[in-house]
Structures are given as structure tokens and as C-alpha cells.
């Protein structure tokens, strides 16, 4: 009788296993989101300002083909891995780190797809940086 009563156990702890295995395909899908950071994607391209807060009031002026570019500014087109933190309908927050030059995390809010509110700090180069701007959408972008 033992012996029917272990294989009775084995066959049921065999069983669990799979029917969670058989389920989970179908649970994920229901449950799963749009791509990452698709407010960026909606941003208009164009000529951009970048009118930082604070005391020195710096502007810059950069082309800006996909918002996507509004994350690493500290950090442009360095080969940086991400990590999305907060992913709204609008507003972001993404953290990167870019080996042997820094990291920064960035937060981005939309006030449209012209208007954005940007918050970013991290280290470049071995030395702090923190900011606050807001991005606006001036034109086109000259050749």
C-alpha cells in the first residue's frame, strides 16, 4: 500500500507543474502592455528649445528626430543600457548607464506633443550634473 500512495504523490506533484506551465502563456498576453516609452515616440520632430530652470537659464538648440534623444542629455549618442522605470501615458522616467562615462536618470513629462517638462541628474565624466527644462518645439530643423 505504500507503494501506491508514493507513486499516487509523485504523479500529483508531476501534474501542478504543468497545468501552471499551460496557464501562464495564456495569462501574460492579457495582461501585457503596448511598446516602452511610446509618449516619446508621439513627440513632434522638428527644431527644439531646451530652456534649463534656474540661474544661468542656458538654451539649447538641438534637431530632434524622436523624443527618445531627450533621455541621455547629458550623455548624447553614447552607447548607454536603460531601464525603464515609469512608463505613462504621460509622463516617463527612465535610468541609464553608460559604462565608463556615467549615468543619469531622466524624467519627462508631456504637456503636449510640442511641450515637454524634463528633469535629469546623474555623473558625466566623473562630476554631478542636475537639471530642470522645459523642452518646446520651435520649427523645422535647418540643413
Known amino acids: 500500500m505504500a507503494v501506491i500512495v508514493s507513486r ?5 506533484h508531476w501534474r501542478a507543474p504543468l497545468l501552471v506551465a499551460a496557464l501562464v502563456p495564456v495569462a501574460v498576453p492579457a495582461f501585457g502592455q503596448g511598446p516602452e ?3 516619446l515616440d508621439q513627440l513632434e520632430g522638428g527644431a527644439w528649445e531646451l530652456r534649463e530652470r534656474g540661474d544661468g537659464g542656458v538654451v ?3 534637431c530632434l528626430d524622436n523624443g527618445r534623444k531627450l533621455i541621455q542629455l547629458r550623455h548624447p549618442g553614447a552607447p548607454c543600457s536603460s531601464v525603464v522605470v515609469d ?11 553608460c559604462r565608463g ?6 524624467r519627462i513629462r508631456r504637456e503636449s506633443n510640442g511641450l515637454v ?6 555623473i558625466v565624466n566623473g562630476l554631478p550634473f542636475s537639471f530642470s527644462a522645459e523642452g518646446r518645439k520651435v520649427g523645422t530643423c535647418g540643413k
Open 37 to 39: 516609452l511610446r509618449m
Open 87 to 97: 512608463d505613462k501615458a504621460d509622463e516617463v522616467t527612465v535610468q541609464y548607464t
Open 8 to 12: 499516487r504523490t509523485k504523479l500529483q
Open 101 to 106: 562615462r556615467g549615468y543619469g536618470r531622466t
Open 117 to 122: 517638462q524634463i528633469d535629469s541628474q546623474g
Open 60 to 62: 539649447q538648440h538641438l
